[in-house]
């Protein structure tokens, strides 16, 4: 993983607009912070890989008994990787990861939750995804000689790849997947999943092992001052929070950063 220091809005754009299509993006509101899932940080001191096994297959349980009481739409995942996501979506810890096909998505998440006050850098991460999987799906063929996928016949099919062999045997690979059904917020971000295949392994573990050592991982740690810059660059593309939730919440969350962005 490297790092690349900007303290210039054009120079962040024009970085950004030379990447390739291949690159998947998340936002953090602080430059300090690792990329860890929920799960990740709701263990925080208690991790081990028998605590994340545990909570885990509590959750998963808990959250598919219960899942009819509440379902107003008659709609069940059909696979271990969207209940994750119906469950990412609803608020509850798991090992995913959230991304965007967006760098601008990915900046506006970075803006959402950034407190004005305290003038931190903020950052984004960007992970050439083609070349990610690639070497997930090399690691898998070393394992097993049966195993003949490749990026072109698991589209589609990430789920399914999944459930039946990267959970099932706890490969200690990065996994990056738009489950099969796709909910109309992670359409509207364009959003897609990074996991660990091993569930006892932190997934910033996973990327920084010599498996992705040729994986470009790149961070980019964002000045402070270009916090309003970057808002108002926003906000002529009509990236905000109505638009990227598209209901009532996103509205009051977009309201709530114009109220922050001007009372800087």
Known sequence: MTNQVFNDTDELIKFLNSLPNNFVYRGHANASWKLESTLERILWKNWSAENARKFEEYSLQRFMA???LYDREN???KSKLSWLSMMQHHGVPT???DFTESPYVALYFALE???ASSSNDFAMYAIDYSSLLESSLDYIRQKDKDFNETRTSINGRQDVIFDNIVDRFSYDIAWVTEPAELNARMDRQSGCFILSGNRGIKLEEILNSDLYK?????KFIISGQ???HIFALLRKMNLNSSVIYGDLAGLAKAIRMEMQIYAV
């Not at 040729?214 to 790149?218: D, E, G, K, L, R």
């Open 113 to 115: 939750f950034y407190e």
């Open 226 to 228: 270009l916090y309003t």
């Open 75 to 77: 709609y069940e995942p």
């Open 214 to 218: 040729n994986c470009q991982i790149v």
């Open 66 to 68: 219960k899942f009819h």
């Open 95 to 97: 090992r995913l990861l």
